[in-house]
C-alpha cells in the first residue's frame, strides 16, 4: 500500500525543519581577528589589519580615537572574505567623564574599505552592513546610547539629524557608556538572517547575552572587508575613548563534508602541537636534570589569571595598604599619649619635691597645691616669697645707710639744712616693721598650710586681708618715694653749701 500524500508531506516538512535548525559548523578565522596580549607589534601594527586617523594600537586593546575633539580612526581587515556566512564578536569599552558622549562607534562589513569621512569616521554611501552604537542624540528624542543596524546599497546618504532612524533595518536602546566591564557584542550573520546580541557591561560573562535585534532576508556581500570606526564630536563635554580590546571571527559552516576538512585540519595542527609541547616538556626534564639547584619555574596558569581574580586581588592589595595606614596612626597616638603620661609624671614630681622641700622634724607634709579653680599655683607663691626676700635685703641696706649717717652726725638727729628729717626716718622704721611683720604672718601661713582657695575663692582663712602682692608692690612704691626725696633734698642741700 502507497503511503498516503499527507505522510509525505509531514515527513518532507519534518525534514526540512530538522535540517534549517541544524546549527551550523564555526571556525575560528584567525586572519580576521586581533586580540590581547601582544595585539600590536613592536612597529605598532596590527597583523593582517591596517589602522588609520587617530586609531593608536597597543598591546592590551586599541584606541580607535582618543577623549579630544574631532577625532577619526578606523581599522579595516587587509584581506577580504572568503566565506559566505560569519558570525563576530566585539569587546569594547566607550567612556567619558561627561553625563552624554559623542559621536559613537561603527562595525562595517563592506564591499570595499572605507576611508575617513562624516559617518562615525568613514565614508558615506557604503556598500553593505553597518552597525552603529550611537551615543549622541542629535534629534532631541531622548533615545541615546542607541545600537541600530543599516544596510546600504551605495546609494542612501546617512541622515544624521534624525540619527538614521528613518534609514535603519531594526534597532534597540541599550547604554553601553561608562559600563564597570568592557561590552560585548555579538553579529551574527547566517542564512540572510542577521542576529545581534548585547552584554551592557554589568557582568564579566562571555555567555549572558541578550538579543537585541533580528531580521531576515537580509543580503549582503557574498565577499567584503570586516572594519571598525569611531568619532567624537566638537562639543568639549561629549568626548569618549573609544577602545576595543578583541575582535573575533568565526566563519559558519554548512555541510559536514566541509566539516570534515576543517576537522582534519585541525586535528593536523592539534597534533603538531602536541609533539611541540612533548619536545618542550623534554627539555626542560633535561635541564633540570642538569642543573638541579635551578628555581622551578612557574606553571602556565600561573603566568595568567582571570580577570575576577585580579580584581579581588586589586581589592585586598587596596585594604592591606589601609591597614598599614592604620596601624601607623595607631602607633603614633600610642607615642604621643606615652610622651604626654611621662611629661604628666615629671610635673607632678617636680612639683612634690618643690612642695616638700625643707619639712620640719614632726610636721604632716604639705600636698601639693591643686592649680586652677582661682587658687595660687606654685609659681606665684614661689615669686611672692622672692619678692619678701628682696624686700628684707633692700630693708636691711636702707637700716644700715641711716645708722652710717647718724654715726657721721656725732649722734645728731638726721637733718639736712634747716630740714629735719627724723620724723620722716621714724616714720619709715615703722613702715618698715610693719610690713617685716606681715611679711612673716603670710610665710608662716604658706608654710604651714596648703596654698588654695576657700570656698568664698579667698586665700586661707582671712576673709578680709589684701593681698601679699599688692603689699610688697606699695611697700617698694613708699620706699622710692622716699628715697627719691632725700636724694633731692641731700643734692640741693649741697648745692646751697657750695654757694656759701
Partial sequence: MDPSPIVITFAAFFLLATVSGQEPFRRFEYKYSFKPPYLSQKDGTVPFWEHSGNAIASEENLR???SL???KGMIWSKLPTAFEWWEVEILFRVTGRGRIGADGLAFWFTEQKGVEGPVFGTSDKWVGLGVLFDTFDNDNKHNNPYIMAMVNDGTKAYDHQ?????QQLAGCLRDFRNKPFPVRTKVMYYKNVLSIFINNGMSNSDTDY???????????????YFGLSAATGGLAGGLDDHDVQKFMTWSLLLDSATYGDVTAEQQ??????????DQLDKKKEEYHKEHPDAKKEKDDDDWFEEEQIRELRQIFQGQSELRGLVQTLSRKLDEIVGRQETTISLVSSFQGQGAIGHIPQGQIPMQPPAVGGGGMARHEVDNMLAASRELLTSTRDIKTLLQTMSANNGGKPASYGNIDITGSVNELKDGINTLKRDVSAVSQRVHSAPVGTGASGQMGGCPSCVSTTV?????FVQMGVILGYLLYKSSKENQAKKFY
Fill in 64 to 66: 580607535i580615537t582618543p
Fill in 69 to 71: 575633539k574631532s577625532q
Fill in 162 to 166: 534624525n540619527d538614521g532612524s528613518t
Fill in 210 to 224: 541578550e538579543l537585541c535585534l533580528r531580521a531576515e532576508n537580509v543580503f549582503l556581500p557574498s565577499r567584503g
Fill in 268 to 277: 593536523k595542527f592539534d597534533q603538531e602541537f602536541k609533539q611541540y609541547q
Fill in 471 to 475: 603689699v610688697v608692690a606699695m611697700g
